[in-house]
């Protein structure tokens, strides 16, 4: 059996994989959850919040067995821990996740997106250092498909989103292209246009390309569905 990482997105912390690791811990995986900086219970300032802070959270939690998740934006930490310390992890699974190119920072890969999702949804802070996901929209832009308790649950635990990791270009080499790697695609996203993702899914092998009918919010809607396409990816890695 496999050891998990699992790696959130923006606004989240390890609270969001709550439905997902007691499904692969049936299957008989480990997995674990960890709060990026400043997110959750890691007390780190938001303006003290870099790509090379995230990476680093990542690379302190991963073993050279860890099969590292990285879900949306989470795409970007996990795939700098990669690029530092190939010998470090098993794999990567990108979940409606960004995979970044040689370069180019989430905030680049997002405006070159088919079309935009969150411009009008996300309010930045009076200094300019985060940004927060206007109430109105977290349900449609996350968890339209998921259980009524989901929104209250996740809305009480959202958190602002430090923008300058996310505006930080990342230089890739071949260190980071031989890391195993999977795409999960969702496609019912409202978050990463779906046609988007499975462009980025194209740089995986085909039979490691998988989808999964479900918001962004894979993990609250389809938790089950999510951890038996998990263990079917664990099986080819």
Not at 41 to 67: F, G, H, Q, Y
Not at 87 to 111: F, H
Not at 196 to 225: G, N
């Given at each position: 059996?496999?050891?998990?990482?699992?790696?959130?997105?923006?606004?989240?912390?390890?609270w969001?994989?709550?439905?997902?690791?007691?499904?692969?811990?049936?299957?008989?995986?480990?997995?674990?959850?960890?709060?990026?900086?400043?997110h959750?219970?890691?007390?780190?300032?938001?303006?003290?919040?870099?790509?090379?802070?995230?990476?680093?959270?990542?690379?302190?939690?991963?073993?050279?067995?860890?099969?590292i998740?990285?879900?949306?934006?989470?795409?970007?930490?996990?795939s700098?821990?990669?690029?530092?310390?190939?010998?470090?992890?098993?794999?990567?699974?990108?979940?409606?996740?960004?995979?970044?190119?040689?370069?180019?920072?989430?905030?680049?890969?997002?405006?070159?997106?088919?079309?935009?999702?969150i411009?009008?949804?996300?309010e930045?802070?009076?200094?300019?250092?985060?940004?927060?996901?206007?109430?109105d929209?977290?349900?449609?832009?996350?968890?339209?498909?998921?259980?009524?308790?989901?929104?209250?649950?996740?809305?009480?635990r959202l958190?602002?989103q430090?923008?300058?990791?996310?505006?930080?270009?990342?230089?890739?080499?071949?260190?980071?292209?031989?890391?195993?790697?999977?795409?999960?695609?969702?496609?019912?996203?409202?978050?990463?246009?779906?046609?988007?993702?499975?462009?980025?899914?194209?740089?995986?092998?085909?039979?490691?390309?998988?989808?999964?009918?479900?918001?962004?919010?894979?993990?609250?809607?389809?938790?089950?569905?999510?951890?038996?396409?998990?263990?079917?990816?664990?099986?080819?890695?």
């Open positions: 059996m496999a050891s998990f990482l699992l790696i959130h997105g923006s606004c989240h912390g390890a969001c994989w709550r439905d997902l690791i007691p499904e692969l811990e049936a299957m008989g995986h480990v997995a674990r959850a960890i709060d990026l900086p400043s959750g219970s890691d007390p780190t300032p938001i303006p003290e919040v870099t790509l090379n802070s995230c990476r680093d959270a990542v690379l302190a939690a991963s073993t050279p067995d860890t099969i998740v990285g879900h949306s934006w989470g795409g970007y930490p996990i700098a821990a990669a690029e530092a310390q190939p010998e470090a992890m098993r794999a990567l699974i990108y979940l409606s996740a960004y995979v970044p190119l040689d370069g180019m920072s989430m905030v680049e890969m997002r405006k070159n997106g088919p079309h935009q999702t411009v009008n949804a996300v930045k802070s009076d200094d300019g250092l985060s940004y927060t996901v206007h109430p929209c977290v349900r449609d832009l996350f968890y339209h498909d998921c259980a009524p308790e989901i929104l209250p649950f996740a809305f009480a958190s602002p430090p923008i300058r990791p996310q505006n930080t270009p990342l230089p890739l080499s071949a260190k980071f292209q031989k890391v195993p790697k999977a795409y999960i695609r969702s496609t019912d996203d409202r978050t990463v246009p779906t046609e988007y993702q499975k462009q980025m899914s194209d740089s995986v092998p085909a039979d490691l390309r998988y989808t999964i009918d479900s918001s962004h919010s894979a993990f609250f809607s389809h938790p089950r569905r999510l951890a038996e396409i998990l263990n079917e990816i664990e099986g080819k890695l």
